[in-house]
């Protein structure tokens, strides 16, 4: 087998605030051990177990319970996380995994290799469905030894190093999910992983208390006792705590946009954008095809083109993030920026509502859709307002529901929606977070598919040859393609490219170390002072 070897810890070249643990002691800056890190996790997770529940804010908490094999440098090259080496056949269809020695899962059982498998081809093929088509790829996965792994896949896969972060295919325990009805096992509620904290206690409504797994691989580490995640659901009382101390650190959407100019004045604080690469979130409008008349891409490309997102960045965000213009987002490989949606433009919207057949009522009204709003902050509820009054510039009537996160999620999984607003991550390449949206092969019941039910036979094909072409040259021609279809058809209207800044003590280190952001596991992180 010709080798190519990866897995070198790429050094950050940056501020302190992306210091890693030994660079921090390199310019005198020695790890503090000891203290609680006390932050926000907005809106409240329903579940902690990875896999089982997607959402935001169950990666944030859980990639510090559960650890993938890798993690990632912010240009998205391959870092060591359980896995502590690895190498890559030359023709990238043979990958051997040489793991961590004495890992331990919280109730202290060893971790193996019969664990890593379990979790890839069993735990996650069945509940990630964005790591699925993947993983299908795989033709054997065997252990050679209890931490050896060796994996073949049917073709080379130019990406497939990107699968392996926590958030996608995080390791866990066999002896506690094999034989079991995954989604229901009592360990969803009592996660069991191997990261550098456990869960302590959960008070629902009020906190989630994590605390130093004293039996974690790495020496020494981690560093903090203990990270208690605050639920606060009011976003003014979230701002202050963070001006105020009372928390250390706030992430994603804890902060509303238009509050961070404010606190980028503060010394005490430090607004760090960095850390989303891996993400690269991408906000739109999500449509049901199934609800008319969205099944008529005419309509979608006039409901598009009634929306100025210049107004939604510069006067909704304060400027965080940047206008979408095609499905895949500019910071992820592949994107093409010749494939551009149809500039924003009211009066075009009129007229091919009008030449398709949607006259307005005596009421000036098209028709009607309801549309339930995101419910992760009063940001994404004056997004929607502004949809409201843009939709009705063109004679669109937009009836406003609302819901909880949980439940918000119950019903985009099982179609119980006409529009709402979502964003997902593309984890570096359109393979992994782009395709699984459109695609009708991932039409399914689960939140994060094909939910919308969009279907084209040419789309599908495209993804099928970027996803088992092994030359990034034929990758970039079938994404370039497709994305050109999709933003003739507009199956979902494309928004923002969404930034989330990290706001945090100056007193704390280590925050943003990586291109997975504070979705990393904090074994590292330590309070100064």
Request: hydrophobic share 40%.
């Amino acid at each position: 087998m010709g080798i190519s070897r990866r897995g070198l810890l790429a050094a950050s070249a940056t501020a302190p605030v992306l210091m890693r643990a030994s660079e921090a002691m390199a310019q005198g800056i020695a790890p503090r051990r000891g203290g609680t890190l006390q932050t926000i996790l907005s809106p409240e997770p329903p579940v902690l177990q990875l896999g089982v529940n997607n959402q935001g804010p169950t990666g944030i908490a859980g990639s510090k319970i559960f650890q993938g094999l890798l993690e990632y440098s912010p240009t998205l090259e391959a870092r060591p996380a359980l896995a502590k080496s690895w190498e890559v056949s030359a023709d990238g269809r043979e990958y051997i995994f040489r793991l961590q020695e004495n890992v331990k899962f919280h109730d202290g059982r060893p971790m193996t290799a019969d664990d890593v498998i379990f979790s890839i081809m069993k735990f996650h093929m069945e509940v990630t469905p964005r790591a699925r088509p993947i993983l299908q790829l795989i033709e054997v996965m065997e252990a050679r030894d209890p931490l050896t792994i060796r994996i073949v896949l049917k073709q080379a896969f130019q990406p497939f190093l990107l699968i392996f972060h926590s958030t996608t295919t995080c390791i866990v325990p066999k002896h506690l999910f094999d034989g079991q009805d995954y989604r229901q096992a009592p360990a969803v509620q009592r996660p069991v992983g191997t990261g550098p904290f456990r869960l302590a206690e959960w008070q629902r409504g009020n906190f989630i208390r994590l605390e130093r797994f004293d039996q974690y691989w790495k020496p020494g580490q981690p560093y903090l006792d203990a990270i208690i995640y605050r639920i606060i659901p009011d976003s003014q009382s979230r701002r202050l705590a963070i001006e105020t101390g009372q928390v250390q650190l706030t992430q994603a959407s804890d902060i509303e946009p238009f509050d961070v100019p404010a606190l980028r004045s503060r010394p005490n604080l430090v607004v760090n954008p960095a850390g989303w690469e891996y993400q690269s979130p991408l906000s739109w409008i999500e449509l049901n095809h199934r609800v008319k008349p969205l099944d008529d891409a005419r309509v979608r490309r006039a409901m598009s083109m009634a929306i100025d997102r210049n107004f939604i960045v510069n006067r909704l965000w304060f400027g965080v993030g940047k206008p979408a213009t095609n499905p895949v987002a500019s910071t992820t490989r592949f994107h093409d920026a010749s494939a551009r949606i149809a500039a924003f433009n009211v009066a075009e919207a009129n007229r091919i509502l009008d030449q398709a057949g949607f006259p307005r009522n005596a009421q000036g009204v098209r028709f009607t859709l309801k549309h339930m709003a995101l419910p992760y902050g009063e940001i994404w509820t004056r997004l929607s307002e502004y949809l409201r009054q843009a939709m009705r510039n063109i004679g669109v009537n937009f009836d406003m529901e609302s819901t909880d996160a949980g439940s918000w999620a119950r019903r985009v999984g099982n179609w119980e929606y006409e529009t709402t607003i979502n964003f997902v991550y593309q984890f570096g390449d359109p393979t992994l977070g782009v395709e699984r949206t459109y695609v009708s092969t991932n039409i399914q019941r689960v939140t994060f598919t094909n939910t919308g039910g969009y279907a084209n036979p040419q789309v599908d094909a495209l993804f099928q040859t970027a996803r088992t072409s092994a030359a990034a040259a034929d990758r970039q021609r079938a994404f370039s393609e497709v994305q050109k279809i999709l933003v003739e058809e507009v199956p979902q209207i494309w928004l923002t490219e969404l930034a989330f800044p990290t706001i945090h003590d100056r007193r704390l280190n280590n925050v943003i170390t990586s291109g997975v952001g504070v979705h990393a596991p904090f074994d590292d992180v330590f309070l100064a002072g």
